[in-house]
């Protein structure tokens, strides 16, 4: 903490005396390109997912269906990247190519908002950008494919690269550090650090793609034999099923001052995890015998203030935890009660700014239990 405060110090005054430096030291700590301009792989001629697909029908089918192939055309994002000051860094991550980039960054022309100079890309290529995280993005490099297998005689070089998939080609864009000066207790994307304390917590080893992209038999082409393959549809915060995964409900038990509902997480990391717009309601309403009903809630969310990134609260599942929640009632309610109703549901855009709020109508219910007593 003290520390913290030292360095928040130093650096005010450091702005004070040369602005010029202090912008440097603030670029410098912002995100970074997380690959080189690509080329596109001989025998392919293209970076497009579209030219990948002509061949792997299956893969593209899925990738499209995915929030990586609406990672720069949602509105979601777009509402948010716009309210946000249209900010260089962004483009880093949901269209990641450099191609994909109108304008290569060299510096900052100011820090608040946070603005960027630079040149414009002659290589920009803006439909390339509306393809988001496309295929080229984590298969490309220097020309060739980037896989974990050779295969039978691909029309485009491959390169084998036995980790290719692992955690840590992931963390370039869901793993990254708070920006300089941000008052955070950890990152704001934070997942591979929590899938390793999960790891550690759990005992289990299961790498990201076990759970995100699941094994499947079937042919990369029309015309190459069925093999293993992996889903590409990446389900996360926006499927009700794979969401629902993540939460159980242990136990719900009456207790003096009201209802215990006891919940496990079972994701691979927090519960719930990365952007902190997303919330978990366990609600409960009693059953009474006069059909009087009473009900209360907790909300388990991590709370960060923007623009100045101050962590208000985190009350997100640790990887693996446990938890007992304790919902209180008015004695008078709890003593008429016959049983208890218990609900969990999700809001992915529970924290958003009040324009993206607006998109999701009503959240999800995941789990329902019913306990007399
Ligand atoms: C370091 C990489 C990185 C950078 C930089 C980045 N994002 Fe993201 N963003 C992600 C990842 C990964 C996710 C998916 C995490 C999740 O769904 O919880 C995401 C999710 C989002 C979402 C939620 C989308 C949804 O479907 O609910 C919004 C909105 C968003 N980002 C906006 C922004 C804006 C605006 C900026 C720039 C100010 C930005 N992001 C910068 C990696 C990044
Ligand atoms: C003209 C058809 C065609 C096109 C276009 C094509 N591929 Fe392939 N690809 C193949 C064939 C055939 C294989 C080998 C299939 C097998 O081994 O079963 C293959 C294999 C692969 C593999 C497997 C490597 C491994 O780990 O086994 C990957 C990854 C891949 N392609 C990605 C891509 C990407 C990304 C694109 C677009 C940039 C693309 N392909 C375009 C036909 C194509
Ligand atoms: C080049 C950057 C990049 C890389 C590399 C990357 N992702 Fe993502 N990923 C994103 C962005 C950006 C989003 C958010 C899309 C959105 O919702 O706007 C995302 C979304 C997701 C989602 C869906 C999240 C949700 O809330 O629906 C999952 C799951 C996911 N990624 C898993 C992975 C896995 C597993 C890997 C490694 C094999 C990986 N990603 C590698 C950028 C990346
Ligand atoms: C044991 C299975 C498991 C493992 C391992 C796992 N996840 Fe997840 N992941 C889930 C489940 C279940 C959800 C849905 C809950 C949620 O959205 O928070 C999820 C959600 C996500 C989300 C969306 C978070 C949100 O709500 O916005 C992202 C992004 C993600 N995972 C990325 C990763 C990455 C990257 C790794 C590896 C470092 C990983 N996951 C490892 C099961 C797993
Ligand atoms: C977020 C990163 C990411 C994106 C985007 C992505 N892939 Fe993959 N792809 C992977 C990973 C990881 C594997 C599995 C590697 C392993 O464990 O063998 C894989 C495997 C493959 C394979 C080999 C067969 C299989 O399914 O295991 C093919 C072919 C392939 N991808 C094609 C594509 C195509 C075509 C697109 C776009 C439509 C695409 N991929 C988009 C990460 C990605």
């Known amino acids: 903490m003290r520390k913290r405060t030292l360095a928040v110090l130093a650096a005010t005054i450091a702005a004070l005396a040369a602005p010029g430096c202090l912008r440097a030291y603030v670029f410098a700590r912002l995100p970074q390109p997380v690959m080189p301009p690509l080329e596109a792989p001989a025998g392919v001629g293209s970076l497009s ?65 946070v603005r960027g100079v630079g040149e414009a890309n002659p290589a920009y290529d803006e439909a390339l950008r509306d393809e988001g995280v496309t295929c080229a993005a984590c298969h490309v490099r220097e020309g060739a ?15 084998v690269r036995a980790d290719f998939g692992s955690a840590g080609d992931c963390a370039a864009c869901h793993q990254s ?25 759990t005992g289990r080893s299961e790498d990201c793609v076990d759970c995100h992209m699941p094994v499947v038999d079937r042919a990369l082409t029309a015309w190459t ?17 794979m969401v629902g995964q993540a939460i159980r ?7 003096e001052a009201g209802v215990r509902v006891t919940v496990t997480n079972l994701a691979g990391h927090r519960f719930p995890s990365s952007d902190p717009a997303r919330a978990v309601t366990i609600r409960a309403r009693l059953a009474t015998r006069d059909g009087h009903d009473a009900s209360s809630e907790i909300t388990l969310d991590r709370r960060v203030e923007f623009p100045s990134f101050t962590e208000r609260w985190d009350t997100t599942l640790a990887p693996g935890e446990t938890r007992a929640l304790d919902l209180s009632f008015p004695a008078a309610s709890l003593g008429l009660s016959t049983g208890a109703e218990v609900a969990v549901y999700w809001s992915r855009l529970h924290n958003a700014i009040p324009a993206v709020r607006a998109l999701e109508s009503t959240p999800t219910l995941l789990h329902s239990i019913t306990v007399a007593w």
């Open 249 to 255: 409900v242990d136990e719900v038990t009456r207790t």
């Open 49 to 113: 997912a579209e030219a990948c697909g002509a061949c792997h029908v299956d893969t593209y089918a899925e990738w499209k269906g995915s929030q990586m192939a609406r990672s720069w055309t949602d509105p979601v994002f777009q509402l948010d990247f716009a309210h946000q000051g249209a900010v260089y860094a962004c483009r880093y991550c949901h269209a990641p190519i450099p191609q994909q980039q109108p304008e290569i960054v060299t510096g900052l022309s100011s820090l608040r908002p």
């Open 145 to 159: 494919v980037e896989g974990t297998f050779e295969g039978h005689e691909a029309p485009h070089p491959v390169t």
């Open 177 to 201: 550090p708070a920006p300089p000066f941000a008052p955070l207790d950890r990152p704001l994307l934070d997942v591979v650090a929590e899938w390793e304390a999960w790891k550690a917590n």
């Open 225 to 241: 034999p069925a093999r293993e393959a992996h889903r590409h549809d990446f389900p996360g915060a926006w499927s009700d099923e």
